[in-house]
Every structure is written in structure tokens, then in C-alpha cells.
Nanobody, 110 residues
Framework: VQLQASGGGLVQPGGSLRLSCAASGSIFTIDVMGWYRQAPGKQRELVTIKTTGGSTNYADSVKGRFTISRDNAKNTVYLQMNNLKPEDTAVYYC?????WGKGTLVTVSS
């Protein structure tokens, strides 16, 4: 499975970004898709995941601000991030059932 993420960048506090991640390859093995992030000097942590059946899980720190969506037909997962905070600054990694994409940097700064 190959994962291609896009959509990172620099945004001001309170702003929004949308990340996308498209899966290709042995996609029939994919159940869970989602996002993790790793801030400088910190361990990688869960942001949110969504199963093929639609179940979701969010980190407490992003509840109410981030929304995960998934297009199973396109094997693509999205992360809509609203009301971004400086502490959201991190490299965001797409995840799909034991596979990892290359990270995309999100920087929240004025």
C-alpha cells in the first residue's frame, strides 16, 4: 500500500487547512485510515482514525475542531482542520492499517 498525502502548509492561528491522503496498491487490505502527528521533541500521537464501516476516534485535543472524512470509492481520507492553534504544529502522517505515508508539515503561527 502506498499513501500520498498533501495539503500541509503555514496557517495563522484560527485558520483552517485540509489534508488529503490517497491510498494505492493492495487497498483491499485497508480497514482503518486516519492521521497521526508528531510535534518537535514529542512522540507521534493519534489525531483521528476512521474505519471502513464509519467508526471514528478523535484525540481529545482536536475534538470539535478537526473532522475526518473518507471516500472509500477513491480510497482517500481527508482531515479538515478548523480553528487551528499553535500547538497543532506538527508533521502529520497518513495511516492506513499498518502502513504510513510520508509526513506533511502543518505550521500554525502568526
Amino acid at each position: 500500500v502506498q499513501l500520498q498525502a498533501s495539503g500541509g502548509g503555514l496557517v495563522q492561528p484560527g485558520g483552517s487547512l485540509r489534508l488529503s491522503c490517497a491510498a494505492s496498491g493492495s487497498i483491499f487490505t485497508i480497514d482503518v485510515m486516519g492521521w497521526y502527528r508528531q510535534a518537535p521533541g514529542k512522540q507521534r500521537e493519534l489525531v483521528t482514525i476512521k474505519t471502513t464501516g464509519g467508526s471514528t476516534n478523535y484525540a481529545d485535543s482536536v475534538k470539535g475542531r478537526f473532522t475526518i472524512s473518507r471516500d472509500n470509492a477513491k480510497n482517500t481520507v481527508y482531515l479538515q482542520m478548523n480553528n487551528l492553534k499553535p500547538e497543532d504544529t506538527a508533521v502529520y502522517y497518513c495511516y492506513a492499517t499498518a502502513y504510513w505515508g510520508k509526513g506533511t508539515l502543518v505550521t500554525v503561527s502568526s
